[in-house]
């Protein structure tokens, strides 16, 4: 093993032993051994097929949009990319207030469809959690897989447009081999984050027929206090996500594009009048789709901002700490784990990936609570609530991360790799002149999102945090348990606005000279 | 109050105490520790007798607390744990964890109390909230025959919505699972707390929402909003009582047990009313505010006692997915 991978491997380490070791810790607490009920099966099932369905729509759809942001050039453009990505950084319940504003039984489509006579629809049920997930996750994989069509080099659609090729031909040619490199992780990202679905499984599931494994799993503990059960349905849904990870790293194709010398792309290819309409179209159907209801969200709380108690205002102060700290941890931890993947053999790097992404597939649920147990013996929960959440965001947001750097890493390395070497140039010199100058855009973007998503996570916090400490999120719902829904409105406009100017500055930064 | 919250947020990542009093920490759900809750006033107001220092600590809702105990076991720092209801008490029970009050105090309670470990502090009846454009229906039947929408919480993951599940059971036994068959068309969804259901009735999602007949107190006194009223059915309502009790591995008997007796005294039982949006569990001297008069007055009070209610959870459960699973 070479010096570059020992970081990576122990980072690896780190978050595996993190999952394992919270597992362990609740099922060594249980009191009976456990065994799967009709139930639980039950719940297996729906997961998986809610999360297949998501997964399938959500990166089928984002692909024709992706194309069109990719090919386009039009005022406004960045903002709107930073603007879709919205929905996914917002906290679950405000994202369905939200989506519930425009379809929802009040909502403005059925005040459309009633103004013209025809029965209204109803969304509560799998239609209703698949929506709600495709609302979450469109905007990721749409930004997962833009970064795959921005890293086609200039010189790749130059030379195209030199031999003549016409849109199906760069298709073929170009853009097909880079979504078998792309699609794959976007798909198993969306899967995932799908599997550990709550909220939105209970609240516009409809009814006990949309149990998610994580509601399940919420039940062993708070109901019936049957940690060993609770165990048992956490291993099952590791075991679903390494099998998934697997799977798509499997199915994965490096495209190999060669270097570029990193020029503005210019699409000669895709500039008929029927391209244009139809790119034109889907983007405008995709902004319609992701910003409606985040305005309708902006327009119902704006107007109480203002007179916010001051409580809210310091809890929004302890989040951005907590977003700030926990997306320097996952810049460590993915870089080193990138790093590594490049250095091991094909089986080693794929273990080490796929443990980066088993933070995601453990259940929330689990492991605050094996946190928590293994924590207790040492210290108040209240008092590490911050540093916890810090290392739990930055765990649960490196699958995006490794999403993103692992393919762009590769690709230096493919392209400048053996340069670089010639030159004696390796660790910390590599690093700062080679990787970090070119890994900007999938940085920034990763650090973006690293910093939105612990801004409005609301898992591990809640269990350990009281009131006194309480993130914006959690906040959030104390002024929603208190009757107050209108300053409840309020606080979800500031997280929004925080969760994005957040996700805005780093990937801004991230492209400060590109064109993307 | 803008310092005290700032240095509250600063001294608390010590852990550092400026006092050398005894310390009553005090489990109990979040939305009672919020500034918007009971705890602030009812802290400030046992203080101010206790020569003592008392601590809060929020621990998401009434089965998350209990839950929460059992984790920590009898290592745990709580002297006192408030806020679990009468569903939750045998289990509570059953742990162990919990040592008898002593206590004997004269209660306003719709039932007769007789408990010598947990003692309540507020309470109210579970009720469908609606506005008052609509013509709500007068019985459970009524409104499972009707095209009311409601949204309800989920009995696993949810304390109304557990209340829920024993209310149809008390007042429908055997034919509870029929009930449920016929009210699966007027629910819009399940959600996993109270809050979420409220909020998307607020919001226009259904006609009714599981909640309290105090819950419109809260929109008449402090929204000065008279548009909400709870409906009265016919088959009775189901009770939530909420309770205290001492933890038995407390350093601080005497204090836990000060502080549970102090819950029952005028000052404390003043402040429920318009924190918490509960009855209190003795009525204050000045008496209930203004607003809690117009609320509804169920004639029958439902309720199992805490060994039957734990006995009836496992099979209203069972049925109740097997109603709405279809």
């Given amino acids: 093993m070479s010096r570059t991978a020992l970081p990576g491997v122990a980072a690896a380490t780190l978050v595996a032993a993190l999952v394992a070791a919270t597992l362990v810790a609740v099922a060594l607490r249980a009191e009976a051994a456990a065994q799967f009920g009709p139930a639980d099966w039950a719940a297996i099932r729906f997961t998986v097929l809610q999360a297949v369905l998501s997964a399938v729509l959500s990166v089928g759809l984002a692909i024709p949009v992706a194309r069109a942001l990719a090919r386009r050039r039009f005022p406004g453009r960045r903002l709107l990319i930073t603007l879709l990505g919205a929905p996914f950084v917002l906290p679950v319940i405000v994202a369905i207030l939200g989506l519930l504003a425009v379809f929802g039984q009040n909502g403005l489509v059925n005040a459309a469809l009633a103004g013209i006579g025809l029965p209204g629809i109803r969304i509560y049920g799998l239609t209703g959690v698949v929506l709600a997930h495709v609302f979450f996750n469109l905007p990721l994989a749409v930004r997962l897989i833009l970064q795959g069509w921005v890293g086609i080099p200039a010189e790749r659609f130059r030379l195209a447009a030199s031999l003549g090729f016409g849109p199906s031909d760069v298709a073929r040619l170009l853009e097909r081999p880079m979504l078998r490199e792309v699609v794959p992780g976007a798909l198993l990202v969306v899967f995932l984050l799908c599997t550990t679905s709550f909220a939105v499984a209970l609240t516009l599931g409809g009814g006990p027929r949309a149990t998610t494994i994580e509601l399940a799993i919420y039940q062993a503990f708070r109901f019936d206090f049957d940690l060993g059960r609770a165990a048992l349905l956490g291993l099952a849904q590791v075991a679903l996500t390494a099998t998934a990870a697997l799977v798509a790293l499997r199915s994965a194709v490096p495209a190999a594009f060669g270097a570029g010398l990193g020029a503005p792309v210019a699409r000669w290819d895709a500039r008929t009048p029927l391209l244009r309409v139809q790119d034109t179209i889907l983007v405008a159907l995709a902004a319609a789709f992701l910003l409606t209801p985040l305005l309708l969200v902006v327009t119902r709380g704006a107007a109480g901002i203002v007179t916010l108690p001051a409580s809210v205002w310091l809890a929004a102060g302890r989040s951005v700490a907590v977003a700030l700290g926990s997306t320097a941890l996952m810049l460590i931890l993915a870089l080193s784990i990138a790093a590594a993947t490049l250095r091991l053999g094909r089986t080693p790097a794929r273990l080490i990936e796929a443990s980066g992404y088993l933070a995601v597939a453990v259940s929330p649920m689990v492991l605050g609570t094996g946190l928590f147990l293994l924590l207790f013996p040492v210290a108040g929960p209240a008092d590490l609530a911050l540093p916890v959440t810090m290392l739990v965001n930055a765990v649960m947001s490196l699958p995006f991360a490794l999403r993103a750097l692992v393919p762009a890493l590769a690709e230096i390395e493919r392209s400048y790799g053996r340069l670089a070497s010639s030159l004696d140039m390796h660790g910390q010199a590599r690093l700062r002149h080679l990787w970090l100058p070119r890994l900007r855009r999938p940085l920034g973007f990763a650090a973006g999102l690293a910093a939105a998503l612990s801004m409005g996570d609301l898992g591990v916090v809640a269990l350990f945090a009281d009131p006194e400490h309480a993130t914006l999120p959690l906040k959030l719902y104390d002024l929603m348990g208190a009757y107050r829904s209108d300053a409840a409105a309020a606080a979800a406009v500031l997280l929004l606005a925080l969760s994005l100017g957040a996700f805005w500055i780093f990937d801004r930064g991230g492209r400060i000279d590109a064109d993307l | ?326």
């Fill in chain 2, 1 to 326: 109050m803008k310092f005290q919250l700032l240095a509250a947020g600063l001294f608390a990542a010590t852990g550092a105490s400026a006092q050398d009093a005894p310390v009553v920490t005090v489990y109990t759900y979040d939305s009672f520790v919020t500034e918007w809750g009971p705890g602030p006033a009812i802290e400030a107001a046992f203080e101010a007798e206790c020569a003592c220092e008392l601590r809060f600590v929020g621990a998401g809702d009434g089965a998350a607390l209990l839950a929460r105990l059992r984790l920590e076991g009898e290592r745990t720092e709580a002297d006192v744990v408030l806020g679990l209801d009468t569903n939750l008490t045998a289990a509570a029970a059953d742990t162990g964890l919990f040592a008898p009050h002593g206590l004997d105090p004269e209660l306003d309670l719709p039932v007769e109390w007789e408990d010598d470990i947990f003692l309540p502090f507020d309470w109210s009846y579970f009720a469908f909230v609606h506005r008052n454009e609509l013509n709500p229906p007068e019985s459970f039947r009524e409104l499972a025959e009707s095209d009311v929408s409601v949204l309800i919480q989920d009995p696993r993951s949810s304390t109304p919505g557990l209340g829920l599940l024993l209310w149809v059971e008390a007042a429908y036994g055997d034919e509870a699972g029929a009930f449920w068959s016929a009210l699966a068309d007027n629910i819009v969804t399940v959600t996993a707390g109270w809050s979420e259901a409220y909020n998307l009735f607020l919001e226009g999602e259904a006609d009714m929402v599981l909640s309290y007949t105090t819950s419109p107190a809260y929109h008449a006194i402090a929204e000065e909003d008279d548009g909400f009223a709870a409906a009265a059915f016919e088959e009775g309502h189901y009770l939530q009582i909420e309770v205290g009790g001492i933890v038995a591995s407390t350093d601080q008997p005497e204090l836990a047990r000060d502080f549970l007796a102090f819950m029952l005294s005028d000052a404390a039982q003043s402040v429920i009313p318009t924190t918490n949006w509960m009855y209190p569990a003795v009525v204050p001297q000045d008496g209930l505010p203004e607003g809690f008069g117009d609320l509804i007055q169920p004639d029958r009070a439902l309720l199992y006692p805490p060994d039957e209610a734990a006995a009836a959870r496992e099979a209203a459960l069972d049925e109740w997915l097997l109603a709405l699973s279809r």
